[in-house]
């Protein structure tokens, strides 16, 4: 019978690890603090986290976080959203037919090296300054991390479980639904995770070039305005934003794939 030593030394890594990111956090901002009130840095460039931190209180309570986040969150959400389903379509399409491969790997190799940054220019002359060009930037920034982990994770199932679901007569969508899918999906997973933190950035950067609203767009007006102040306090919420997405997908994924923390 296990003792139970073993998750206990599992929760005291992590109260250790979360102990050590508090302290290095805190630390990090009584420096910033203390350099910006003596003036080591120029406080008008680099606020202090207490000028930023009542800033944010302020916008907070005026209710000018709720319509940026709002704009941000709908962008991500729909560009990562379409990312993940085209990505592990055409990931499962090349992974389980020669002629899908053949046909597609020269267009993801070509195109998947390149900064999605630098396609940001061409799309507003294909599809002008809207949320269509975001969104579709945001769709090239997610897509390629789950198309080639899809891919990945398809081609290097074990042929065992293929050759057993054949024994079984599994159908070819019955296969790829209840055995390819399932064994692909922690690889599929570990995609996804990439292109959450792609998608935010480019969601970001297509607001500064192209929005309207959004924390992209608000990030930029703070800065040209010189409020450096509420700059500070939009990239904080950003952060904040990114953290909370990144919490809750590994939620998801210890309910998707338990077996990944044992």
């Known amino acids: 019978m296990s003792d139970g030593s073993g998750a206990g030394g599992v929760v005291s890594e992590r109260v250790l690890s979360r102990t050590i990111g508090t302290v290095s956090l805190a630390s990090v901002l009584i420096v910033w603090e203390l350099a910006s009130r003596s003036r080591l840095v120029n406080p008008v460039l680099l606020p202090p986290p207490s000028v930023i931190a009542g800033s944010l209180a302020d916008m907070i309570a005026r209710g000018d976080v709720v319509s940026p986040v709002l704009h941000t969150v709908t962008l991500f ?78 081609r290097g199932i074990d042929p065992v479980l293929l050759d057993t679901a054949r024994t079984f007569q599994c159908g070819r969508w019955r ?25 935010i950035v480019l969601a970001i950067l297509a607001e500064m070039l192209a929005g309207v609203n959004g924390l992209g767009f608000v990030i930029l007006d703070a800065q040209r305005s010189f409020q450096t102040a509420e700059m500070y306090g939009w990239i904080a919420i950003v952060a904040a934003l990114g953290a909370g997405l990144s919490l809750a997908f590994e939620a998801l994924e210890r309910v998707a794939v338990p077996w990944r923390g044992r």
């Open 175 to 199: 296969l790829v639904w209840s055995v390819v899918l399932p064994a692909a999906l922690p690889s599929i997973l570990t995609g996804m995770k990439v292109a959450l933190s792609l998608g």
């Open 77 to 154: 959400a729909i560009g990562y959203g379409l990312a993940c389903v085209i990505g592990i379509a055409l990931g499962l399409w090349m992974g389980r037919s020669p002629f899908a491969y053949g046909l597609l790997e020269p267009l993801v190799e070509l195109l998947r090296p390149l900064p999605k940054s630098a396609l940001v220019p061409a799309l507003f002359l294909f599809l002008g300054i809207g949320m269509t060009t975001m969104i579709t930037v945001v769709v090239f920034a997610s897509l390629f991390p789950v198309l080639i982990n899809t891919f990945q994770g398809v």
